[in-house]
């Protein structure tokens, strides 16, 4: 058992905000009509399913290997020839490798995807990682063309037990700052409000 591999057993989301969720991601992916999606952060791949189910070929990538795990057992159960779970710690990702370090691609090089989900992981990176909003948004931009990022702010219980364990320094970690950060890098195209949630998700088109 590892540390995310049950994550749905005790994730903060009523049934009501969970479906509304799966139901806006699904809206949003319909209007960026991709070939190749990457869930960060996927966990067990439950969102990484609405795009493959639809045979977009799609990457799950998260840190846990427990959680990946899972996802893997399920591809095989399911046959799902479009979802390919992977681990990758995205704070450390993937170097280039071989002489030169030309032989395999970095993790960056090995994109654009067409889109990236970036669900339930924000503040993760920003708050237990140090990395500002807008090094973020100039990460996002270098790997997809279209990008669907859920924002949690810090009145959520899940950034609250992040902030019970250090000092809180991060002025900067709001819903205002967040989208000045990521309007620098893309368009906003859609956002709405996760219904019995404080979470709000974005689509958001790379500029060109």
Known sequence: QTDWAEYE???????Q??????????QFLAQTQPSTVWDLGANIGRFSRIASRQEIN???????PG??????????????RHLLPLVLDLSNPSPGLGWSLDERDSFIERGPADVVFALALIHHLAIGNNVPLPQLAAFFSRICRWLIIEFIPKSDPQVSKLLQVRED???NYNQADFLAAFSEKFDLQASEQITDSPRSLYLFKKKD
């Open 67 to 80: 959680a990946v795990e899972l996802n893997y057992q399920q591809v095989k159960k399911d046959r799902d």
């Open 58 to 64: 799609t990457v799950a990538f998260d840190i846990d």
């Open 17 to 26: 905000a969970h479906e509304h969720k799966h139901d806006l991601v699904a």
């Open 169 to 171: 320094i991060f002025m």
């Open 9 to 15: 057993k005790f994730h903060n989301y009523s049934t």
